[in-house]
């Protein structure tokens, strides 16, 4: 645990009139621009594009989209991308290092990794037998070796992964997203989570739109049965139909008497919200997808979470087509119930990794193939990695001091790890970055200065990146 | 570099020339400084030139006239008052040269307009005025208007002449009222959060007058609903929520007993400033009977506890330091409409707000306990509980022995606390346990027994008896802590740094919380005395340094007893082993004579005792030292500064007029500062809050935020008119029924092309979230109205996933309760009053979005709850005698119900026309005439509801 400060106040804004107050006064004042919902465009279609904070990029952007494939639990470093032959050595034996604190405090023997690593591509990153279709991929991979967190807590540490806060009601990184650079696409939200079965720990707070307008916040979408909460209509479109007619009849006397900006607003955001309803499902179908494309995600894999997770990511493929800039993917409901291995760490992360390897890599594939990566960035990370010694004898409790996450597509150099663990994969001692590091250089890659990109609450200017964040600069191509 | 050099080429010199080129001129356009120029500091200078001296650059500040004309270093001055060309700042800011120029790094330049502000405001003397919301309230001198005889009052006079200022050349018409129907139903959802009904529509159309109106005013506010409607403003600003979010989302006890405090309070008009006293030190106070409780006022002091929590953190004391912080921005925000949580790490950027004074409030938090109280729901209670004490206490004094103090090996062992004043400084809830040195116990068949002496006991009057103690705090300074105890079914808790959630779960903190079980069967539950001693050991390697207190409960039927507590450095210490008792007990016999009298006024009390309903349980706010927290530097938990007294702000010491003892945790003291009449924050922060309910703007429009960031009031006259109003007494339902007598509330909706500095009248308004759903029970005839108790547990969709999900839904229709009853559980927030903006339960919220996005129309066209209330309305229309009623007829009750006003005749043809529709629609060629014609009916009219709550004349007010 670092001993650093964690809650500052924020950036200090050099504009006295900022966006939003312009915005504001635009639309009259009236929290006409404080959104609660689903979907990411505003209805007051405002001749000034009101639904992004950016009137334009700060830079030339290298992503247009973001797939965040988050792997609920902590995946531990030294069994996936973070190779430590010299674990083998201690395997068994006390571990040398002093241990700070972990959440469960039954610390055990070094345990050496149960998985052989694998050099892949052209580039021979090194990558586990966990993920065989990943480690095919391993050219477009960035590997960062040296991630840290300030938590041990699962939610501490998800909140903080998502909003770059520790506690829950701050912006998540995929509504600041939405927030500064909307949706590119009128009928379909900003920022997306394909919800696999497995709402992270922390809950909807990782997907709140916190502060900014309430429209930001994560539309949850699933990957089957109904998508999206209320999109589907309860009766007949005939019926549907006819009380649409005398609702508009009823809505244009009463705008006429009313007269007010915030009614006739009303009005069209319920005629964008019958379109929706034909949108939504169209998106959420994946009838269409050729049969090589279903095989190659796992649409027929044996493993019914394989098949989860391929319809998830395909999903995450269709949204970023549209035009969605952030796209969530949560893990399904595997039996080690996500990567949290406090025990039986060689089952539980085999089943993990069962679920989500060849998904990942058919994402992956399927993204350059319609040349959709180099505009995509790909993120991979957990909230935190996993100790190198052993929880009780053949589990990992949680490692917030070093752990692996990797990105591809988007602008970043494939092929490569940054930044390095010690020996035994236990602390980052080599380039150590944070989790906002993680989020400047996501926002960079988006053509976003993390710094410049704000939103004033109770009196401060807030940001995605507190007063923290430096570039992974060997990330960025 | 030298600055005056830079002053002859600057472009300043344009406005500058333009300024002083004639002083008539300037002293014409006098500028003000509050509205024009602080402004522009706070936004461009302050950050680096502010309040916050380790941020500060160059040693230069530029929030106060003392700083901004001193002479620095460089021999130059940023401000020379009446001389603008003197000035460095201007050149600064005007500097060509972006490397020269301020503010630095590429920041966008400060404007030419704002640049010529600054130079007229430094050539006619730069005097600065204290920020509006730090300063004293005064009481205004009432504005003289032209339209006089548009005004109803003085609160009419000061809202006229912001209007007739800002339109010297011509003449402003006030605005024109709103028609008697819309003004029904505006009041009925701002006083009652629910829609009129068609009788007070229609008696109020007939007879629109001034007194039928305050008579209907009067009315609302004396309704149980008013205290449901402003109840969840209140809650609102509260975070108030009844689970922790996290990982699992645990419940937070009895949360909604808050709810019905809150509801209650304000039904019952509690004077503004004994409600605020009460949420910070209600336990503190002399007891208020109410809600059949003897003493409601604790239930308020939830509020300091209803944010999230985390289970088993690996950092306690960061754990409990952030908890904290989101108590102190609640009290920032919701008490003096400031961003004190703001100067966590660091003095603030741009108010004269220090670390220091979030560290006073933080203090004041770190020393307040979170308890599961007992409240007595019979107010005889205390006073049986305290005769059978003084009874035992008589005949004690009767017996003539002194307790012995006893011998401890202080090398190996330390005593933190040996009860042996029978725990005077232990705080108690409930009545088992007490603060006696007596030495006698009551048997339970009412015979007299010897008792230990000093100990802290809940057995020593009645063993059936519930409650807990805790002990003060102490830091750990030994690895091992021990509790000599005896007892049974009870609980003993060691809670270190006020982190209390290993009740619900474990892990680190495993077995800091511990049953005491009950000994082998050849102790009788019925002899206490006879209970042999145990030593409970408790290993606390990880927490030395930290601050702990012990706790006793006995809420179960056993009970407990606490000799002592001690610390040592190894897990068994002979002389803990060997402690004896004080043998006071086994020397005696109970061969004094005892007066009958007395034990028999012990067995009266302790019996009638027994016969009064038992207490509640509620979450309620408790002292439990007195220690000034240090600034913790940069935000740090691990890093301290000075030490911060506690409840001494700096922004409350000028304000206040009188010093207040410090007991405690302070917040005794707090509350008294906070609430003075002379101190202006709550007042203030309170008079616009109203203000902003009842006209959807406040009259600072950002009513979380009076710092030098938020938005300066539109009239801070009748700001302060108002809080002086609060200040002096008056209650929240006079002030409400005043605004609402006024013209002003009259006034059509509508907008003006005046500038943000006059008032507005009211604009078009959403309904709340709370409101719509209310407002669609009661049209539907299904609104259960019935008042209080627990929450209705909230309705799980598909969509709702994720750890601690409750095992099962509640109903759809939220069991036809009205919003305020919904529960609020933070992992598991209800979509409609989500996609309708409720506020996020995270900090306070004084102003809600009013947001409009296609999730709402989804969910009234599509939700199940949407479709269940008009199926309901549907067939309370075409059921029983309601099918004889004519098409039209009940066409003109939905109008009414939906809408508050009849049918016109165009809209009652197309209602008709609808019918028919939908009944050819629903003709069913296998079932004979009159099922079809019932089940048309019944689809026909269900059809038709729901065009109605879809209509935007149902969710908007005129």
Known sequence: MTNEPRHHCGQFRDLACSRRDMLRSVSGGFGMLAFAGLFGRNALASPIDADRALASTHFKPRA???????????????????????????????????????????????????????????????????????GAMADELCVVRSMTSDFSEHTNANYFLHTGSGIPGRPSMGAWTSYGLGSENDNLPGFVVVEGGLIP?????????????????????????????????????????????????????????????????????????????????????LDGESAETKALYGFDAPDPNTRTYARECCL?????????????????????????????????????????????????????????????????????????????????????????????????????????????????????????????????????????????????????????????????? | MSFASHLLCVGLAASSANASSS??????????????????????????????????????????????????????????????????????????????????????????????????????????????????????TVPTVRGDAWCRSDIDRFVLATQEAVSITSTVAPPIDVDATSLMRRASFDLRGLPPSEAEIKAFAADPSDANFAAFVDRS???????????????????????????????????????????????????????????????LLE?????????????????????????????????????????????????????????????????????????????????????????????????????????????????????????LDASIVTRIDDATDGGRAWSRAGHAFDASTALLALNDDGSLALAESGTIDSARLDAQLVGSARSPAFPLTKRFLHLRVRGRESWIRTIIDNYWLDDRNGLLFEGMRRELPAPDASYAASDPRAYPWRIETFDMQRFIGERAYVELIDDRGGWIELDAIMESDESTASAVETWDVDGIASALEL??????????????????????????????????????????????????????????????SAASTHAVALDGSGRLALAQTITDPATPYLWRTLANRVWLKLFGRGIAETPDDFGQLGAAPWSTELLDHLALKLARGATLKQLIREVMLTRAYRSAAGSTELPSSAWQPLPVRRLDAESIRDAMLVASGTLDASAGGPSVPVHLSEHM??????????????????????????????????????????????????????????????????????????????????????????????????????????????????????????????????????????????????????AKEFVFLR
Not at chain 1, 368 to 374: D, I
Not at chain 2, 248 to 268: C, G, K, M, Q, T
């Open chain 1, 64 to 134: 247009r989209s973001v797939i965040f494939l988050y792997m609920d639990g902590g995946p531990a470093q030294m069994d996936t991308f973070d190779p430590k032959p010299r674990l083998v050595d201690y395997d068994g034996k006390p571990f040398p290092l002093v241990a700070a604190p972990t959440q469960f405090n039954n610390n055990g023997n070094t345990l050496a990794s149960p998985w052989k690593f694998r050099n892949y591509g052209q580039s021979g990153l090194p990558v586990s037998d966990l993920f065989p279709h990943v």
């Open chain 1, 201 to 285: 720990p922390g809950g909807l707070d990782c997907f709140s739109a916190g502060f900014v307008p309430a429209r930001h916040q994560g539309s949850i979408m699933r990957p089957t049965g109904e998508a999206i909460t209320d999109a589907t209509p309860r009766e007949s479109l005939e019926a549907q139909s006819r009380k649409r007619q005398l609702i508009a009849r009823l809505d244009s006397q009463f705008a006429h008497d009313a007269r007010a900006e915030a009614v006739d607003s009303a009005i069209k955001n319920h005629e964008l919200a019958y379109r929706m309803q034909s949108a939504v499902p169209e998106l959420a179908s």
């Open chain 1, 316 to 477: 995450a493929r269709r949204l970023v087509e549209r035009g969605v800039r952030f796209v969530e993917v949560t893990c399904p409901r595997t039996i080690g119930d996500r990567w949290d291995q406090h025990s039986d760490l060689k089952a539980g992360h085999e089943a993990n990794a069962r679920a989500v390897d060849q998904p990942i890599a058919a994402l992956l594939t399927d993204l350059k193939r319609r040349g959709l990566l180099e505009s995509t960035l790909v993120v991979w990370s957990a909230e935190f990695g996993r100790t190198p010694f052993a929880q009780g004898t053949d589990g990992r409790d949680h490692n917030p001091f070093g752990f692996s996450m990797w990105m591809a597509g988007g602008g970043v150099r494939g092929g490569i790890a940054i930044g390095a663990t010690d020996e035994f994969g236990y602390r980052a001692v080599d380039k150590p970055y944070k989790i906002h590091d993680l989020h400047a250089t996501m926002f960079h890659l988006l053509g976003v200065d993390h710094r410049r990109l704000t939103f004033r609450s109770g009196g401060r200017d807030m940001r995605l990146t507190d007063v923290h964040g430096e570039l992974i600069v060997d990330a960025i191509a």
């Open chain 2, 23 to 140: 002083s008539a001129a300037v002293a014409a356009a006098r500028v003000d400084f509050a509205r024009e120029v602080r402004p522009v500091l706070v936004a461009r200078c302050f950050a680096c030139h502010g309040p916050d001296a380790d941020a500060r650059k160059a040693g230069l500040r530029l929030d106060t006239f003392e700083g901004a004309t001193a002479e620095l270093k460089s021999g130059i001055r940023a401000i020379v008052p009446g001389d603008a060309s003197a000035s460095a700042l201007l050149a600064r800011v005007a500097h060509a040269d972006s490397e020269e120029r301020m503010p630095p790094d590429g920041r966008e330049p400060v404007t030419p307009a704002e640049i010529a502000s600054i130079a007229r405001w430094i050539e006619s003397g730069a005097e600065y005025t204290a920020p509006w919301a730090f300063s004293p309230m005064t009481q205004p």
């Open chain 2, 221 to 283: 506010l004396a309704s149980e609903a008013f205290g449901e409607r402003w109840g969840r403003h209140w809650l609102d600003l509260a975070r108030y929520a009844e689970t922790l979010a996290h990982e699992f989302d645990y419940d937070i006890p009895s949360a909604w007993r808050y709810r019905e405090y809150v509801i209650d309070a304000l039904n019952r008009d509690v004077p503004p400033a004994r409600f605020v006293a009460e949420h910070l030190a209600g336990d």
């Open chain 2, 287 to 407: 007891p208020r009977a109410s809600m059949g409780l003897a003493n409601a006022a604790p239930l308020a002091t939830a509020w300091w506890f209803l944010g999230p929590a985390t289970h088993a953190p690996v950092d306690v004391r960061q754990d409990e330091a952030d908890r904290i912080a989101g108590a102190v921005d609640v009290v920032g925000r919701s008490l003096f409409g400031l961003s004190i949580a703001c100067a966590r790490c660091h003095d603030h950027k741009f108010d004269p707000i220090l670390a220091r004074d979030f560290y006073a409030l933080a203090g004041v938090a770190r020393n307040t306990r979170r308890v599961e109280g007992f409240i007595d729901t019979d107010a005889r209670a205390a006073t049986l509980a305290n005769d059978a004490r003084a009874a035992l206490n008589d005949a004690s004094i009767a017996l003539g022995v002194a307790p012995q103090p006893r011998a």
């Open chain 2, 591 to 652: 061969t004094t004579p005892l007066s009958e009298p007395i034990r028999l006024r012990a067995v009266g009390a302790r019996d009638a005792l027994r016969a009064c309903s038992p207490p509640i349980r509620a979450l309620v706010a408790e002292d439990s030292g007195a220690f000034d927290e240090p600034v913790h530097m940069r935000g740090s938990s691990r890093n301290y500064g000075e030490l911060a007294p506690r409840a001494q702000l700096s922004i409350l």
């Open chain 2, 801 to 950: 996933q994720g750890r601690g999900r409750p095992g099962a839904s509640g109903p759809v229709d939220g069991a036809s309760r009205r919003s305020v009853y919904l529960e609020v559980r933070r992992n598991f927030l209800d979509p409609f009053m989500q996609a309708f903006d409720q506020p996020l339960p995270s900090t306070t919220c004084g102003r809600r979005h009013a947001s409009n996005v296609p999730a709402q129309s989804l969910a009234l066209l599509n939700s199940e709850l949407v479709h269940l209330l008009a199926a309901r309305w549907g067939e309370q229309l075409s059921s029983g005698a309601q099918r004889e009623v004519s098409d039209d007829a009940r066409i003109d009750s939905m109008w009414y119900a939906a809408f508050a006003r009849a049918p016109r005749t165009d809209e009652r043809r197309e209602a008709r026309e609808f019918l028919t529709l939908e009944r050819g629609a629903t003709t069913d060629a296998t079932v004979d005439a009159t099922t079809n014609a019932s089940a048309q009916d019944s689809a026909a009219f269900t059809a038709l509801a729901h065009a109605l709550f879809c």
